[in-house]
């Protein structure tokens, strides 16, 4: 059948610039271990390398492909290179990339079921494959009250859990009428900023989201909370929601999650758990130990996007029971209405989540999970907690280096005797070698370093050259300052 | 060097695999018109060929690529069908798919300028030339006071809208103190049903939403708008949000922008323009006049990822001042502050959204500008609008159906004059022959049919083949009823 006229790239084309892509990709893998992991480009350098306005014409794509060099790659802070232990990791896989590329080769739209049954069947499944792999407790799972879905983000997750939490302890009455200003919200002063994010955006106001004081492990201490939630009972208030984390973001420090649960559970608060990247750890039945006591959480998230080898976005959100969270979350309009939604027989994930639209990112996962089997997951989770322990030894055995919390699994925080301005300085230093990339917090009010193990490729060899570097760096500086 | 032990897939693996992956794309898009447009399975069918637990050990790659034939392909709807008319399209192209491809090959995260400066500036670039190609307000340009941003969807867009409104509503007072339960927002019958949810998400309760009359072409009154404001400001209440719609997702109603934009200025009130669908259409100087009044707006949104050639997701919305939003969503923890963003020389986008992390959403959408050039997104507009404007004319002409709405653009509001019923029963089995596949909404109470042309390849044939099938399903229909 003859085509219009038109100026799509036609399919021959894009078998050709697909495989160009590809192998570009893999050239980048090969290569990436020598590029400055932290770009060196400073602020604007990269527009200035942009043309104005938009070009009238189409270009070859090839014309497209040379601007990957020229124009992106300084620009690109390398979270794929082996030597990049800043943050959290954001690791991937060849697989993963497949799936995503599968993903958006479908092009479909997963809002309901009836929008493309796979797209929803499929990431039940794998939630469930994922719920199993982490031991997680039965009620997670979609066979019961609870269930499983991807968000974008652990940020996503806990204003999902939050707006839950809140239209539950209304009486399913705040999204009809508006928050009352009598809800207060529990978190530690090491919980992940997308919690008070959260409580701003859902209208709890920052003032009824209590902080509560952390042991010398930086662990929420129980007890406060315990005792600021009957204070607030006391004043009239609503104590609505409590998150414990299971690694925090500074530190990978461990809440109690039994003893949090419990205290949760006698007061009626929603327990969310946040296990961002830590969560991982326990689909190795030995560090499965970090998950004690979220049989009592009502939700719980964690990132394959972060450590388990596929691509962002990538999160996993379950919920004990899926009624709040759908009450507070859906919508049904007419264009939306369809025999399946109504049988009842389906989820529309629509209804567990933020937007309306939503990709097929359970792809990616199952491609993950099948690529690697359990097997491989474990084997290379635990080599990069082994490398942390490696490093943490070292640390610990160093006359000018003191660790600056636990270790438990893959963040080792970390720092020089010589005080705050001279850790600053070696971080910066550091970062601008281009060799490695790792990033500050302050635990105690003091700069601490935080080496984070977590990059798809990293080994032993990069985190010995990592710990050569460091003090190398360091006795130099310390030179040049006559410390 | 010799690597550690692993289950990576190499990268001659990945190589390979991914040249079969783009080929089962590209064999895919060669295909796609003959599959049943709307997926034929019943609930539960997918999830039963998957086994139920996840691998202990590995798959081939190979394993996994046959189960998309047998397991995933069934349960597709195919939203990148020429055939595809239903809800709204989330059109792609190859340049797009491409784009995503080289974004999770590079896997870089953008939350901050710092963690790769080629993702927030080639973010900013794009945005710029998007607005400048829809003829924008200079406003809306990262050059003054604005600025665009990429978010994943107009739900998300419209959500930030708000909250950077009702912070400005109350002084800046709403993330410290909650919500007052005195804000009040503005929508028409016929917005789309995600300011409904944004309102509940930010507290501010469906009660103080107003849902203002519309006219007979299903546009929002204004002269009720006005009434109603006079009427909450009155009663002691704060009206702070309304939203205006480019094209209502019922029936591609037009709201008036102008008298909307000239009340909100009069009445301090935050106008949001959502423009999910026709938006696109603006890059066609002889449809610009859509976008009239939009200078009056606070923020504007609009998805190339349904009708501009660009995947799922990628919204781009636009604030004519970034710092109520910035002040709205802003978070620094610790371990985030860097010298590039103290320096306030850079944007972190990460203040610009629901979401800490971010994609590298830029690339796709660059791509698709390169690769089409203004005149090839023109050409194939155009193209789609002219297709709706002659199913519109034989949907005239014809003795059986009638026009339900006005169809300014691509999608066609129409009805067979033999009732509710019958319409619904000729959609379901029009969609169940897997021919075509157009979803129904109900306007003035009357079930309507909806025919939207936007999906990549339609052409005037597919146009004609379901024009055709639609007359003769309705007559084979009225045949068998005796109507």
């Not at 189409?58 to 020229?70: A, S, V, Y």
């Not at 997670?140 to 539950?168: H, M, N, P, Q, Y």
């Not at 409590?242 to 999650?257: F, K």
């Not at 600053?424 to 230093?429: A, D, I, K, V």
């Amino acid at each position: 059948m003859p085509q219009e006229k038109n100026y799509h790239m036609t399919m021959d084309q894009f078998r050709k610039y697909g495989r160009e892509m590809v192998d570009w990709i893999a050239d980048y893998y090969e290569k990436v271990e020598n590029f400055p992991v932290m770009s060196q480009v400073q602020p604007g350098q990269v527009r200035a390398m942009l043309p104005k306005d938009p070009p009238e014409k189409g270009e070859e794509f090839g014309e497209i492909m040379k601007d990957l060099n020229r124009v992106i790659l300084p620009g690109i802070t390398h979270w794929q290179s082996p030597n990049f232990f800043a943050f959290f990791p954001a690791n991937t896989s060849a697989p993963s990339i497949l799936g995503e590329l599968l993903s958006s080769g479908l092009g479909v739209q997963g809002m309901i079921w009836a929008t493309s049954p796979s797209c929803t069947e499929l990431e039940t499944h794998v939630m469930d494959w994922m719920a199993g792999l982490l031991g997680l407790p039965e009620k997670f799972k979609s066979g019961g009250t609870g269930g499983g879905v991807i968000e974008d983000t652990a940020s996503s997750a806990c204003l999902c859990a939050i707006l839950a939490a809140r239209e539950r302890a209304t009486g399913y009455e705040s999204n009809r009428i508006g928050c009352t200003g009598k809800l207060t919200a529990y978190i530690s002063s090491q919980t992940h900023s997308s919690i008070e994010k959260g409580v701003k955006i859902a209208g709890i106001g920052l003032e009824n989201l209590r902080v509560i004081a952390v042991d010398g492990n930086y662990a929420m201490d129980p007890a406060a909370l315990e005792e600021r939630i009957i204070k607030d009972k006391k004043d009239g208030l609503v104590p609505f929601f409590a998150c414990a984390s299971i690694g925090t973001t500074s530190s990978n420090a461990m809440d109690p999650v039994e003893e949090i649960g419990k205290i949760c559970a006698r007061h009626g608060i929603w327990l969310h758990v946040d296990a961002a990247m830590s969560g991982t750890a326990a689909i190795c039945p030995e560090h499965r130990h970090i998950n004690s006591g979220i049989d009592l959480a009502d939700s719980y998230s964690f990132n394959p996007h972060k450590w388990m080898f596929t691509n962002f976005d990538c999160n996993c959100f379950y919920v004990a029971d899926r009624e709040p969270l759908i009450k507070a979350l859906s919508i049904l309009p007419e264009y939306l209405r369809n025999k399946a939604t109504e049988s009842g027989a389906v989820i529309d994930y629509r209804d567990w989540q933020i937007a309306l639209g939503r990709r097929f990112r359970s792809l990616k996962l199952w491609f993950v999970i099948r690529h690697y089997g359990a097997e491989g997951l474990r084997h290379h989770v635990r080599r990069h907690i082994e490398l942390a322990v490696a490093f943490a030894e070292w640390v610990r055995e160093s006359a000018d280096f003191e660790l600056a919390a636990p270790a438990p699994l893959n963040l080792v925080c970390f720092r020089h005797r010589n005080g705050d301005d001279f850790n600053e300085e070696l971080m910066n230093r550091l970062n601008r070698s281009g060799k490695i990339y790792l990033t500050h917090t302050k635990l105690g009010g003091a700069v601490t370093l935080r080496l984070c193990i977590g990059q798809t490729s990293t080994e032993m060899r990069h985190v010995e050259q990592a710990w050569k570097l460091i003090q190398e760096t360091a006795a130099e500086l310390a030179n040049e300052k006559g410390k």
